[in-house]
Each structure stands twice: as C-alpha cells, then as structure tokens.
C-alpha cells in the first residue's frame, strides 16, 4: 500500500520534471502554502486561529498610522517565529531550477523573504516583505531586524534614525494598494509563458486568481501544487495534492 502510494508520487514528480524541461519559458507562482513547512502559519487556514482571533485593524494602514506601537508590540511576538523560520527544500528546489535555467522567476504573494534566502534572484513579492522597514516620510529601507531589536530594547515605536518618520514594514497592509512595479512584472512574466507551476496557492484570492486566466487565455499548460484543490484544478496539465516540502524532496531526488 505504502509502496504504491510512493509509487504514484514518483510518477508525478517524473511527469513535473517532464513538463518543466519540455518548457521554454517557465514562471513559478507562490502563495502561503510552500512555508507553512518551514513554520510560518498560513494565516487564512481555519483554525491557525492567528488572524480569527485578532483585531484586523492591528495591520491595517490607517491602525498602523493610529497606534504603530499597537502594531509593533503584536509584531515582536511574531518576530522570534518569523526569522527563525528556514527555506525548506521546496524554495532550493526553485532556486536551483532558476539558477539551472529552467524558470524564468518566481510571482510570490508571500512577505517572508524565504525565496531570496534559499538563493532565488528573479523574485516579484506581490505583497512586498516583511524582511524590510520603510520610513514613511523619507523612504530610507532597512532590514526589520536591527528595528525590531531596538523596539525589543523598548523603543516603540521605532522612529527614523535619518529624519525621526515612522517605520512601517515593507509589507502590503490591509487598505494598501499592491505596489505596481511587481504586479506588472507578474503580469508581463505570466504573459510570456508558456508553462506556470502554481505552488501553494488557493488561487481564489485576487490578485492570484487573475493570473491563471493569463495562462489559460495564452493556452500556456498549468501545473498546480497544493494541498486543497482550487478553481484551477480541472484546467491544469498536472495536479499534486501532496505536502510541497515533502515533494519538492523526490523531485529533487529524482532530477540529481
Ligand atoms: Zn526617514
């Protein structure tokens, strides 16, 4: 039994590498799911219970504005979680297929940076980062962790050491607008495809959910990994329900 359900997840990862060679222009699309595995909760799960239990307006722009302290004492609970977390074999699978030139980038709706950590380059983060602060009046970027550090020591909110301006996190908070530049990346990438591997993504979400209608107007083939089916599933050249980390392994594997 257990053989043949092994069995059947090596067919899979064989037809995967079958279609990803037999490309010429690959893109990757990442959501939630591909870090679950690596510790970081997928917050729209029901029962992680994180963002069921919490006041919304925590992260949202205009709370942000109101009370950034609010959000930086929720946000250092968090912290210790989130740069603790490591890529898992899914992200150095991509990284390695990128840098062997078998994809041409990754579209990623995730802000935990885990991409550029496992050695991706060609990285579009639809949602921004959370690796990052930005200072709202002066624009200046850091990395979060020196600024967490200081709000652990008590400095909250953190200020800019340039020009005293609030420091928000680089990431999409609710009431943002996705920042423009990588959403047109994603599109004009999506647009020259001709294979999109769907990784960890419900796809219901917008604007996730408008990519794979690019590709199925393009008639470009989809792959789609990931645990829940999604709306996609029926129009997809190859369907994976497995856990991605745990895939991502024998695909490995099997392409040494
Ligand atoms: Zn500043």
Not at 242 to 248: D, G, N, R
Request: charged share 20%; with cysteine; net charge neutral.
């Amino acid at each position: 039994m257990l053989y043949n359900v092994m069995n059947k997840i090596k067919e899979k990862a064989g037809a995967f590498l079958n279609l990803l060679k037999s490309s010429k222009n690959a893109v990757v699309f990442t959501g939630a799911g591909i870090s679950t595995e690596s510790g970081i909760p997928d917050y729209r799960s029901p029962g992680i219970g994180l963002w069921e239990n919490m006041d919304q307006t925590v992260v949202s722009l205009n709370g942000f504005l109101d009370h950034p302290d609010r959000y930086y004492n929720f946000a250092l609970k968090l912290h210790s979680v989130r740069s603790s977390a490591k890529p898992n074999y899914a992200h150095f699978m991509l990284s390695q297929f990128e840098s062997e030139g078998l994809i041409n980038g990754i579209i990623t709706q995730n802000v935990d940076g885990l991409h550029y950590e496992a050695g991706s380059v060609n990285v579009y983060e639809l949602h921004g980062s959370l690796r990052q602060v930005i200072c709202l009046d002066c624009g200046l970027v850091q990395p979060i962790n020196g600024v967490m550090e200081r709000v652990g020591r008590g400095e909250n909110p953190p200020l800019c050491e340039n020009c005293n301006g609030v420091l928000k996190p680089n990431a999409v908070f609710f009431g943002e607008n996705l920042p423009s530049i990588p959403w047109e990346k994603a599109l004009q990438l999506t647009n020259s495809s001709d294979l999109f591997i769907s990784i960890g993504s419900s796809l219901r979400v917008s604007p996730a959910n408008t990519l794979p209608n690019v590709v199925i107007r393009n008639k470009a083939r989809l792959i789609i990994i990931n645990l829940m089916n999604t709306p996609y599933d029926s129009k997809a050249s190859l369907v994976i329900r497995q856990k991605i980390a745990e895939f991502a392994k024998i695909v490995l594997d099997l392409h040494s």
